[in-house]
């Protein structure tokens, strides 16, 4: 095993090395820029007065220090401590309460982490982690396999296009306090196809073909031995814009995971112009004027798409067990998982009894009554859920919504937002209580 380390070690080290060239090379070209466009701020650091040009100087200086010790075999990694620490965090519980905290702290504390010194500094710490990161083995594994390079980059452009929405955002908020009107409608609008639009778009055209030339000569592509029905991968896991739904189908039957829901989300997109009476906010950034919108996005987009991917992609192992980022795939783990469905916990946890069954030889008419008895408690929970709960929001926290929208686009929006809800929920419930089904009748392989 420690030979296995010396020799990973061995391989990883000149790409580690030129990595941390690289980001000494990125503070300086950032330094380079504050120093030409003259954007000079004076801070202080261990009592000592420096610019930021000097700053990010010093930062580039310490990386290009990691560059050579990388290269020369002894690249510099977390602590064991550390490790074990991410390991026992990455939880899918942990996960998801943890991005959902992440969220409320990206939505209150917008004004700090979209400040660009503050935004460079989180971009550089991140970047040196994923370094430090990329020592371990098993870390490698996972991160550098071939069709996972591209979600690691698709990450931090989403981190950053985040940043860029939020900035542009938060600067058209205090302008509308002041009285002034959003950025963009004092900017000329009108833009010429050509040469302005044509020629931007032939250069990308051109920089991305050079792009993908220059990666699929560097990268492998991440091509397996041929499909066999005796053999599969394990884990067998779908195209990673897919990883979503395969989530899902954890958790709910094929036919509402892989049917309904994606056809619930295509309704809802087509329905929100419908929906939609808030008009401001058409064409410039805000927040403060769609606080609602800009809420229920980043939940359904960032919690219920883009975590579900990450969680498929790095932390989902062989036999869909969850492994942390620093622990080896084992393929022999083994969980121990006894998930009960709703209507179990019902008869027999609280009433201890049998689950209602139809005698031998009853007709369907009798058969179906002792189902919808069996599964009561499921059926009556979701009717509440779903009838009784729009009517309370109406009358609460979303009453000037009720009054703006009316009973029917109320009602739809209601629903809406409590069918996306209900897949965290039931994730949870089935990480923490081992919650199977709310309403199992697998008799008509009706299951939620």
Known sequence: MHGHHEEFIEAVAPGLGFYYLLLCLMNWGAAMYLWRTNVKTYFTVAGVG????????????????????????????????????????????????GSLVGMMFLYFFRRWWTHPPIAWTLLNLSLLALGLAMADSNFFSIVGKGDNVPIVGLVFLLGYFNWLATYKAVINDDRRKQGLPPVEKTEDEKVLVWPDLVYTEMIC?????AFMMIWALCLQAPLEEPASSVKTPNPSKAPWYFLGLQEMLVYYDPWYAGVVLPSIVVFGLMAIPFLDFNKAGNGYYTIEERKFSYIVFQLGFLELWIVLIILGTFLRGPNWNFFGPFEYWDAHKVLAGNNVDLSQYFWGGMLGQALPKAPLGSGAGTEIAY????????IILTLAYLILLPPILAATIFR??????????????????????????KMVLRWTVNLKYIISIPEYFLNF
């Open 400 to 425: 000037s919504f009720f009054a703006k929208m009316g009973l029917i686009r109320f009602m739809l929006m209601a629903n809406l937002l409590l069918l996306m809800i209900s897949l965290p929920l």
């Open 205 to 209: 055209m051109v920089a991305l073909t």
């Open 50 to 97: 420096v610019t930021n040009v000097l700053f990010w100087l010093i930062v580039g200086f310490l990386f290009i220090i990691l560059s050579p010790i990388a290269m020369m075999g002894s690249p510099p990694e977390f602590s064991h401590g550390v490790k074990d620490l991410v390991n026992s965090l990455s939880g899918p519980v942990t996960l998801t309460v």
């Open 371 to 378: 189902i919808l008895l069996r599964e009561s408690p499921g």
